[in-house]
């Protein structure tokens, strides 16, 4: 009987921002047959250059990306799209004799490509109206209680007043007939065909990383991130609904010039949202994608990220 043949490999390198995933995604690439994936919710919107730190024409045309620029501020871009756009960027370097190289900060996208993506049903405004209704009228409790009936499974993982979750889990069931649960672990199913190596970039002093956090914000500030603002509305028929406006840094901007904010509390704004972001991506990579982690602020971690990968692709020479 012959051995099942080896899956190809591939390389995850994820990071909250300002960790440098950009600087050792470049020493990857100089150092290993790799090419480049963006896995980044904003740097797929055009024209969002300054505030989505997207790397410049010059280091694009030197270390090409995959999934940057793909579609319009005006536009919608979700963890399904990514998947699809990634898995086939990932067979086309694959065809082309390299390894895909997996770098980014959008750690729903990474959980995604991992585990697989469940059929759920889209949303729909008239089921969750007759289930808010349903909660006005005799509580989410009680609503939570009717979801342990037809999906106890995702009723045991919820508080009786966790109004979001019960709603579309609920949602899920009233639609397609069967419990989220059951749908999510189909999802799970379906891995793609690929030997991940995943790697963490975290700072061993999370002070460190808030000072590059504001000195990254304040250099963006410095290189127009306002008057990029102001070109995106001017050019684009856009709210501060959209996905795009409610990117970091672009919020805080766009509520400055409608005076819903203070022009002097900008910058500060800019930097504390940032710093929850980091602090969301870093919570995501300890509980849920636990990737081999390294220390950002380390002397060696270029040359210690190299040595691992090394070995990783060594294992298929």
């Given at each position: 009987?012959?051995?099942?043949?080896?899956?190809?490999?591939?390389?995850?390198?994820?990071?909250?921002?300002?960790?440098?995933?950009?600087?050792?995604?470049m020493?990857?690439?100089?150092?290993?047959?790799?090419?480049?994936?963006?896995?980044d919710?904003a740097?797929?919107?055009?024209?969002?250059?300054?505030?989505?730190?997207?790397?410049?024409?010059?280091?694009?045309?030197?270390?090409?990306?995959?999934l940057?620029?793909?579609?319009?501020?005006?536009?919608?871009?979700?963890?399904?799209?990514?998947?699809?756009?990634?898995?086939?960027?990932?067979?086309?370097?694959?065809?082309?004799?390299?390894?895909?190289?997996?770098?980014?900060?959008?750690?729903?996208?990474?959980?995604?490509?991992?585990e697989?993506?469940?059929?759920?049903?889209?949303?729909?405004?008239?089921?969750?109206?007759?289930?808010?209704?349903?909660?006005?009228?005799?509580?989410?409790?009680?609503?939570?209680?009717?979801?342990?009936?037809?999906?106890?499974?995702?009723?045991?993982?919820?508080?009786?007043?966790?109004?979001?979750?019960?709603?579309?889990?609920?949602?899920?069931?009233?639609?397609?007939?069967?419990?989220?649960?059951?749908?999510?672990?189909?999802?799970?199913?379906?891995?793609?065909?690929?030997?991940?190596l995943?790697?963490?970039?975290?700072?061993?002093?999370?002070?460190?990383?808030?000072?590059?956090?504001?000195?990254?914000?304040?250099?963006?500030?410095?290189?127009?991130?306002?008057?990029?603002?102001?070109?995106?509305?001017?050019?684009?028929?856009?709210?501060?609904?959209l996905?795009?406006?409610?990117?970091?840094?672009?919020?805080?901007?766009w509520?400055?010039?409608?005076?819903?904010?203070?022009?002097?509390?900008?910058?500060?704004?800019?930097?504390?949202?940032?710093?929850?972001?980091a602090?969301?991506?870093?919570?995501?990579?300890?509980?849920?994608?636990?990737?081999?982690?390294?220390?950002?602020?380390?002397?060696?971690?270029?040359?210690?990220?190299?040595?691992?990968?090394?070995?990783?692709?060594?294992?298929?020479?």
């Amino acid at each position: 009987m012959s051995a099942k043949p080896a899956l190809p490999p591939a390389i995850l390198l994820m990071g909250p921002t300002a960790s440098g995933k950009t600087a050792v995604a470049m020493a990857l690439t100089r150092r290993f047959p790799v090419e480049l994936i963006s896995v980044d919710s904003a740097q797929v919107f055009r024209d969002m250059d300054i505030g989505t730190a997207k790397p410049d024409a010059a280091t694009l045309q030197e270390y090409p990306h995959h999934l940057i620029d793909l579609i319009s501020p005006e536009e919608a871009y979700s963890a399904a799209h990514f998947c699809t756009d990634a898995l086939a960027a990932m067979a086309d370097i694959n065809a082309h004799g390299k390894v895909p190289l997996l770098v980014g900060g959008t750690m729903l996208y990474f959980k995604a490509l991992l585990e697989g993506l469940a059929d759920l049903p889209q949303a729909c405004p008239k089921t969750r109206a007759d289930i808010d209704l349903q909660a006005i009228t005799h509580g989410w409790p009680a609503v939570h209680a009717e979801l342990a009936k037809v999906d106890p499974e995702a009723a045991a993982r919820l508080h009786a007043t966790d109004a979001q979750r019960i709603q579309r889990a609920l949602e899920v069931f009233r639609l397609s007939g069967r419990p989220m649960s059951a749908l999510l672990a189909e999802g799970k199913s379906q891995r793609p065909p690929y030997q991940f190596l995943s790697l963490g970039l975290l700072p061993s002093v999370r002070s460190v990383l808030h000072e590059r956090i504001a000195q990254r914000y304040d250099a963006m500030l410095s290189a127009g991130l306002e008057s990029e603002v102001d070109m995106l509305r001017a050019k684009y028929q856009l709210n501060l609904n959209l996905p795009s406006m409610r990117c970091v840094g672009y919020r805080q901007i766009w509520e400055v010039q409608d005076g819903l904010a203070p022009r002097a509390e900008m910058r500060d704004r800019g930097i504390y949202a940032t710093r929850q972001l980091a602090k969301r991506q870093i919570t995501w990579m300890n509980n849920t994608l636990q990737p081999e982690t390294f220390d950002c602020l380390a002397n060696d971690t270029d040359a210690a990220i190299i040595e691992r990968v090394a070995r990783f692709l060594g294992e298929r020479a």
